[in-house]
């Protein structure tokens, strides 16, 4: 048994959940008028509903107490005053200094970062600015139409579904492209609608080293070579690393570099110079809102108390599902379009954070760690896969998330998308019991042989938990304090289950197994001892290769 397990708070949580497993929200609404209103709170331009949970006053006690016994107030604070919690990369973990106003002061080790922090942001802004109003000039002297973004992961996730969700703040003569995957098939795609003279490319990696990142890189550099010669890289190829010595090898002129630090993870980087596409597509005043908002969230995280604290709220009722009741995903269903890539960025947010099994002690856990987060936008969902979550096998808590405000959708969609919305919790609560199917076939003339064979079918058991985001509206200021939510969500979790949130080692053998394969491939290095099955698919590529 580990140390949590082994604590009163982690078995009052699972005596809760026994407790509650079969709850009928129901009556417990009908029983407690207030509920919705005691299990709601709003913060930062967003209202959390989290009554639709399997919860009650005792249940929540025990997972604050959990959340508290567990240190998670400790390790905020050791978070946010730059001590080296990511332990096993020997870092700090202070993303929140990026969205820190230029007066306050972080430390690391022993120095305020914040001033570094906002010159870089200035040195972007400044750039960002001669780019949008079109001084920037290319090779012949033209301004920049479009912006290709080569990086991956978080080098790609974060920047993508921020430009993505702000799409209404979007400068309308910049086209902004993203290209992450080493399928050649995207970057040709992507450059095969492209003029040289006014493209600009980012070369966005924390690392520098990224492979795929490296070979899109190569390979657009050698297509603005051939248009433009050698002089024109330095018009067109801008990086954004922490790797000064690797860009240099690149080509790229340390002048035309934005860098950020170690104590910045990847997937928590949108509001470094990663940022980079964001600022050229809405401009620094929506971006400083962007942060601004990460920047509310942050303060709300470290102050408020945990019983009305959001990202806790979350991260205790994430950890009483998989923990408790043995839910094994979380759905994030955003209904507002832009916010097509919110579950994308939050797979690898959530997943690459807390997908472990061994503590951050070195010893393997004993109960289940990160669930699995899927999603696409709701109301397409509804006419897809919602038909698991009403009447699946799987317990899967669900995340609604919807702006009230969304002007470019006329009143007449948008109070049918806000429906769509709402009905879908209020279904997955509520369901349908036997009597009532049983009345509406009888309404319909169906005698007693066609309704019983019907019935079964058609009873809708509910009790299925939901949180409901409603945000003011999509705008930069909102959506930094969703995402920052959600990142401290995922360090509250990571705290509880013991692990290292910050680092990602699982990323690395399929990596360097892919050196040794790729050197096959290419028939530069002899048949490696591989199993079966992968040396017979290593020879059946190598024939279709020609190698
Ligand atoms: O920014 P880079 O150094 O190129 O890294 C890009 C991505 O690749 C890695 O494999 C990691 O799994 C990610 O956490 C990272 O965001």
Not at 126 to 133: C, D, L, T
Not at 255 to 281: E, K, Q, T
Not at 452 to 468: D, E, M, S, Y
Not at 509 to 520: N, S
């Amino acid at each position: 048994m580990t140390a949590l397990t082994a604590l009163p708070a982690w078995q009052d949580m699972l005596t809760a959940a026994d407790r509650l497993a079969d709850v009928d929200m129901r009556q417990a609404f009908q029983h407690d008028p207030e509920r919705a209103a005691r299990y709601s709170l709003s913060a930062c331009g967003m209202l959390l509903d989290y009554s639709k949970n399997r919860i009650d006053d005792a249940a929540l006690a025990a997972l604050f107490e959990l959340a508290r016994a567990t240190g998670v107030e400790e390790q905020r604070a050791a978070m946010f005053s730059g001590q080296r919690i990511n332990a096993t990369e020997d870092r700090a973990v202070l993303h929140t200094a990026l969205r820190a106003p230029r007066e306050a002061v972080v430390e690391h080790a022993g120095e305020n970062v914040v001033p570094a922090v906002h010159a870089v942001l200035d040195r972007l802004s400044g750039f960002a600015q001669s780019v949008r109003n079109g001084e920037w000039r290319g090779f012949d002297g033209h301004a920049i139409t479009d912006i290709v973004n080569i990086g991956i992961g978080g080098s790609d996730l974060g920047p993508f579904m921020v430009c993505e969700a702000l799409k209404d703040y979007t400068a309308q003569h910049l086209r902004l492209h993203f290209v992450s995957t080493v399928d050649g098939w995207q970057l040709a795609n992507v450059l095969a609608g492209l003029n040289p003279a006014t493209t600009l490319f980012i070369v966005a990696s924390k690392t520098f080293t990224t492979q795929e990142t490296l070979t899109n890189a190569r390979a657009a550099r050698a297509w603005l070579v051939a248009a433009g010669g050698e002089d024109a890289v330095a018009r067109h190829f801008v990086a954004v690393s922490t790797n000064t010595e690797a860009v240099c090898q690149f080509g790229i002129d340390p002048a035309n570099m934005f860098g950020f630090w170690n104590w910045v993870g990847g997937r928590y980087s949108l509001w470094s110079a990663i940022g980079l596409p964001i600022l050229l597509a809405i401009g620094d005043i929506h971006f400083r809102a962007l942060l601004d908002g990460a920047h509310a969230m942050d303060r709300h995280f470290a102050t408020a108390p945990l019983h009305g604290n959001m990202p806790v709220i979350l991260a205790m009722l994430g950890v009483y599902y998989v923990n408790g009741m043995g839910a094994a995903s979380h759905l994030i269903s955003p209904y507002n379009q832009p916010l097509h890539r919110l579950p994308a960025y939050l797979q690898q947010l959530d997943m690459e954070s807390n997908g472990k099994t061994v503590r951050l002690d070195g010893d393997a856990v004993d109960y289940q760690t990160g669930p699995i987060i899927w999603g696409e936008p709701g109301i397409n969902a509804q006419h897809a896969y919602y038909q698991l979550l009403h009447q699946g096998s799987q317990l899967i808590p669900v995340d609604f998330i919807a702006a009230l405000s969304n002007p470019r959708s006329s009143a007449e969609h948008q109070t049918i998308l806000l429906a769509n919305f709402l009905a879908q919790t209020e279904a997955l609560m509520c369901g349908k019991d036997a009597a009532t199917v049983r009345a509406e076939l009888s309404a319909q003339g169906l005698d007693e042989a066609a309704i019983a064979a019907l019935l079964p079918h058609k009873v809708f058991a509910g009790n299925r938990p939901t949180n409901t985001l409603l945000l003011d509206g999509l705008d930069p200021h909102t959506l930094g304090g969703l995402v920052a939510m959600y990142e401290h969500k995922v360090f509250v979790q990571g705290v509880v289950w013991g692990v290292n949130s910050y680092d990602q080692w699982g990323v690395e053998l399929g990596k360097q197994l892919a050196r040794a394969i790729e050197a096959e491939l290419r028939g530069t290095a002899p048949a490696g001892r591989h199993d079966a099955s992968t040396s017979r698919l290593i020879a059946h590529v190598r024939s279709a290769l020609g190698t």
